[in-house]
């Protein structure tokens, strides 16, 4: 473990704000970082801080000073050979989230100024780079086949499951990992929970599309090994031989005892030229009579549906000249009775001869009848010709459907002197079907006499294959998580022990199907949402968190080498029942239970170190040497996340 990378751990958390110095809060590496203060100073927005530069999707950090003055978040981290600085910038007002961020990376980083940040990348593309630091390899969980979810891969943000407790989840009896009370989340956690706890091979993406490969490899081999033996079986070459005997390729009273007589008997066959297996009888029809026929019947059909169209089109203008010669006549005739008046220059009316300029001259009305009764004979004049034009489309369209009859019946009867053609063309049909089958016979024949080699390459295939399915089976990935937690348990078991729990003394132990631990008291399992005490559910979240870290340190797993842990001492002194403005907590036994936890904390980093980082925010200061010189900031006295200057 000594030479072994550390994975990411945070050097600096930066905030920037306009026309300020940026606001750097500084922490070591590879030991216990303490952050104490008062209430309302900023301790619990480190970690909606640190977990938004990291990627997270929605922008949680409290309403207040530090939005309202805070323009960037930026993270200084160290994987123990290279730098990396992330920045991602504060949304908008109207905004949840932004995907704008800065990153920059080498063995020694400055942190930037303001002026220095710009957009250089999103922060989907700087998680990506996070996470090949943090040492996540190419990975991928196959939900079991009744299930219907997706494929997923671990990314950082999985791994994050592990690094955050905050003060809403470090002693709620529910859940026990961080994002674990959304259940998409869950789930992927209990997906990926294998891949980080190192009971899935680190090749395994590799030895899946291996195993994908040797499948495919299997079928074809097997594929072919069948063809050779189904083609050359003794049934087949019988089955052969008597449909060679049915078409004709061979006499009809051939008979024979062996197959390998059956077999020298097709290869006769196949010695001979195709032409003569199969008879060269002129099967084509007159395709020049049916396409000549075809042609006159689409010509037939397309001037049967013009000539339909112009006598539809004469007989509406008929009918039209009808109306009008009715209408012409009716207005003759009224005309007409003109001539029972007398003949005058003068308006007047026609009954009581009294002057009136109302009625039109008589001369006019004389006018209108000539001008009618010209129009009149002009259209009795051209009727007789437009009849005679209908009488004669009426022919031509009645000779046009006598014609197709007479071409139907003429493709009739050539489509009935075809059937004997196609018949023949059926028998020499079968017959070349047969002989393809006899080559292909005869071409897999010797490779049944010398198939062992395939047969052999197919059984090994076979067992790799099952060595691979062995290896990837789900069976398999179970058993190494349950190894991997028995390992654990022990661990829990005797920190739960050292915090003196309620049920310490039997076994502890974490249960990945449900996400959290698990008391195996005589009475039988006692999960931790039944334990009851704001105690005892801190303490079973400390002591799996704790030996997961430790877990992953030790087997060098790409899960961040930091926790983060949001005031963990809360549960026994809530902070306004604090003694004094010091933050030293009373001298009682909740005293002492905060001090064996701060010890248990403090011992598993110094003895992990310099792999392991936990970062922790406190109401509490104690007065121990080993705390206070954990103690990184002080926030109180004004003192806070944001300076004074500032607001």
Known sequence: MGSAPLSIQILDIVLYAKDRHPRVLSLQPGRLNIITGDSKTGKSALISIVDYCLGSGSYQVPHGVIRGHVVWYGLRLTDGQTQHFVARRAPDANRQ????????????????SLEQLDITTNIDTVVERLGVATGIALNRHDP??????????????????????????????????????????????????????????????????????????????????????????????????????????????????????????????MARPLAEQVDDTSTAIDQAELTRLNDRRTELRRDLHRLDDELKAMIELRNEENAYTHETSEQVSRLESIGLLKPSDENHCPLCQQPSDRFPLYAELGAELRAASAQLAAVRRSTPGLDALVVEKTRE??????????????????????????????????????????????????????????????????????????????????????????????????????????????????????????????????????????????????????????????????????????????????????????????????????????????????????????????????NETWFQDAVTERWRNGAALIPLDWQ
């Open 97 to 112: 989230s932004t995907t704008d961020a800065y990153y920059a990376t080498g063995s020694s980083l400055a942190i930037p």
């Open 397 to 622: 369209l009645e000779q046009v459907r006598v014609a197709l009859q007479e071409n139907w019946d003429t493709l009739e009867a050539v489509r009935r002197s075809d059937q004997r053609l196609s018949a023949l063309r059926d028998s020499a049909t079968r017959r070349a079907m047969v002989f393809g089958r006899i080559s292909a016979t005869l071409d897999s024949y010797p490779s049944r006499q010398d198939s062992s080699d395939l047969r052999a390459y197919v059984a090994d295939l076979a067992q790799r294959i099952k060595l691979l399915e062995t290896e990837l089976s789900d069976e398999t990935v179970r058993e190494r998580v349950d190894s991997c937690l028995s390992r654990l348990s022990e661990r829990m078991t005797r920190w739960a022990t050292f915090l003196e729990l309620e049920h310490s003394g039997v076994p502890f132990r974490l249960d990945r199907r449900k996400l959290e631990v698990i008391a195996d008291a005589e009475s039988g399992p006692i999960p931790m949402s039944a334990m009851g005490s704001g105690a005892n559910w801190l303490g079973c979240h400390l002591i799996a968190h704790l030996a997961l870290h430790e877990w992953f340190v030790r087997r060098e797993r790409p899960v961040p080498r930091f926790l983060f842990l949001d005031q963990p001492s809360q549960v026994y002194f809530p902070a306004e029942t604090h003694a004094g403005t010091d933050g030293e907590l009373p001298q009682d036994e909740d005293r002492l239970a905060v001090v064996r936890i701060f010890e248990l904390i403090d011992n598993l980093v110094k003895d992990l170190a310099p792999h392991m980082q936990i970062i922790m925010t406190e109401h509490a200061d104690l």
């Open 144 to 269: 079991p086949e009744h299930q219907t979810r997706a494929p997923l891969t671990a990314t950082l943000r999985h791994a994050l499951a592990y690094v955050f407790q905050p003060q809403t989840e470090i002693s709620q009896p529910g859940f026990l990992f961080h994002g674990q009370n959304d259940t998409w989340f869950a789930q992927a956690i209990k997906d990926t929970f294998p891949y980080f706890l190192g009971a899935v091979e680190e090749d395994y993406v590799a030895k899946a599309a291996q195993l994908k490969e040797l499948r495919r490899e299997l079928r074809a081999q097997e594929q072919a090994l069948t063809r050779i033996e189904t083609l050359t079986s003794d049934n087949s070459i019988a089955s052969l031989v008597s449909e060679a005997r049915d078409v004709g390729l061979l006499a009809a009273d051939y008979v024979s005892e062996l197959p390998s007589e059956d077999m020298a008997t097709l290869q006769t066959i």
